[in-house]
């Protein structure tokens, strides 16, 4: 199995080096637009696998995507990062451009893949990427749910003082402020949160999750 990474920022690097380190595909590609950048990172991941005990071969191009013909899953990270005071909606029209050419050129030699997008925002990226690959819908998702969930799961995890592998959450809605966390549906061993915290503690969890992405920009 191949798996294209488009965008070798903290993102796509990041992405790629969980993927080569799990052993779960034979070869990852990572590509960028600004030259050396995804061969240097994917040199450095692939340099660990005897450390690390992994086999997949990582690599890396610039804006090759010859040299990802017959990924099964494409991984779309490109696009401007999100600053200080900016919102995701604020990289709809530049983004939209980049995730669109970005896609096109991936499906061409990979006709058959699964596409996963990243970039943001979010919601509107995945509908940019599905108008631009010609794919049925069932071949292209947005990765917001998990990422929300995995950053719901961790702040009640923080609160709890327990291993966020012990909740169980769901979340509904958008990436962005409009996402729904649901407490009522939120549980540790069959018990809901809203029997282990109080209500203030958990809207403030709340509101934290829906403000997730907008922490770690501050803080970056």
Not at 55 to 81: A, E, F, M
Not at 181 to 193: D, E, K, N
């Amino acid at each position: 199995m191949k798996v294209t990474v488009i965008g070798a920022g903290n993102v796509g690097a990041t992405c790629a080096n969980v993927i080569a380190h799990k052993d779960i595909v034979k070869e990852v590609v990572l590509v960028d637009i600004k030259k050396g950048i995804a061969e240097g990172k994917a040199l450095d991941i692939w340099q660990t696998s005897s450390i690390n005990h992994f086999s997949t071969r990582i690599t890396g191009v610039t804006n090759d995507y010859l040299k990802t013909k017959g990924s099964s899953v494409i991984v779309v990270t490109s696009g401007i990062p999100r600053k200080p005071g900016m919102s995701r909606n604020d990289l709809i029209k530049t983004n939209a451009s980049i995730v669109k050419e970005v896609t096109e050129s991936a499906v061409k030699y990979s006709p058959d893949a699964v596409i996963i997008v990243v970039s943001n925002p979010l919601d509107v990226m995945t509908y940019a990427a599905f108008q631009a690959s010609n794919k049925p819908h069932q071949k292209v998702f947005g990765m917001a749910g998990i990422l929300d969930t995995g950053r719901y799961k961790a702040f009640m995890a923080e609160a709890l003082n327990i291993s966020p592998k012990d909740i169980h959450a769901l979340l509904m809605g958008g990436h962005g402020d409009t996402m729904v966390p649901l407490p009522r549906y939120t549980s540790v061993g069959g018990i809901p949160v809203t029997e282990l915290l109080n209500k203030d503690v958990i809207d403030k969890i709340v509101e934290r999750t829906r403000k997730g992405g907008g922490e770690l920009v501050d803080l970056m």
